[in-house]
């Protein structure tokens, strides 16, 4: 257990639809980045929050965004939903945003759109 | 975005066997990271590198931090079924995790 919580663990939506990933990091964590993975792209770093505040973006697309609020939490909304955009959303967190610590990954949500 | 060439795709081998696998990449990276992959499980960090030439061990597995900065290699010696798994290789240009690029991976099976 990397002590990063993702929920919902599956989930299938219809395209067009919205849906919302969240994820409680490590306890004292205060850097959460998002993940997709899908099997033609692998993993692919969407967006990095430190501490409420956006640090760095990835391929992220404009119908997806994302933000970490006061307890650190973080939500990733995906909108507009389409069947490309079934993967697996990673969240993942470490102390900061360097090097020097960790990054642990959660289980993973598995989204499926059809 | 970087590209990280990870081979071989897969592997099937039998209980017993040393493995290995690689990656490598057009550009320089400042930190190799392996990690593996479980059904239904995010990835897991193996082991990590920061200096080119570094050779690392965690247990069975080993990594080596290639001279040119442009690749790595892991090695599983006298593999276990438990070995079975999704490798992943990912590469830091700088020292944000922002900058994390990651391998396709290598699957990996192995048969008792």
């Known amino acids: 257990d990397s002590g990063v919580t993702q929920t919902p663990k599956h989930l299938i939506t219809a395209t067009g639809q919205r849906v919302t990933l969240r994820c409680s990091p490590r306890s004292g964590d205060l850097s959460v980045y998002w993940y997709q993975q899908s099997l033609d792209q692998g993993l692919q770093f969407l967006i990095q929050y430190y501490n409420g505040e956006e640090r760095a973006k990835g391929n992220i697309l404009e119908r997806f965004s994302a933000q970490q609020f006061p307890d650190l939490h973080s939500e990733l909304n995906l909108s507009s939903l389409e069947l490309g955009d079934s993967a697996l959303y990673f969240c993942?967190?470490?102390?900061?945003?360097?090097?020097?610590?960790?990054?642990?990954f959660g289980e993973g949500s598995w989204l499926t759109v059809v | 975005g970087q590209q990280l060439n990870q081979s071989p795709q897969s592997m099937f081998i039998q209980e017993g066997e040393d493995v290995s696998m690689n990656c490598t990449s057009s550009?320089?990276?400042?930190?190799w990271l392996w990690y593996k992959q479980d059904p239904g499980e995010g990835p897991v960090l193996l082991i990590a590198l920061y200096k080119a030439g570094e050779l690392t061990s965690n247990g069975r597995l080993t990594a080596q931090f290639g001279i040119t900065r442009k690749d790595s290699f892991l090695n599983i010696s006298a593999s276990i079924p438990s070995d079975v798994g999704i490798y992943f290789c990912a590469g830091l240009m700088n020292s944000g995790y922002s900058t994390l690029t990651f391998g396709k991976g290598t699957m990996l099976l192995v048969s008792p």
């Open positions: 993942a967190s470490s102390v900061a945003g360097g090097t020097g610590n960790t990054i642990y």
């Open positions: 550009s320089i990276f400042n930190t």
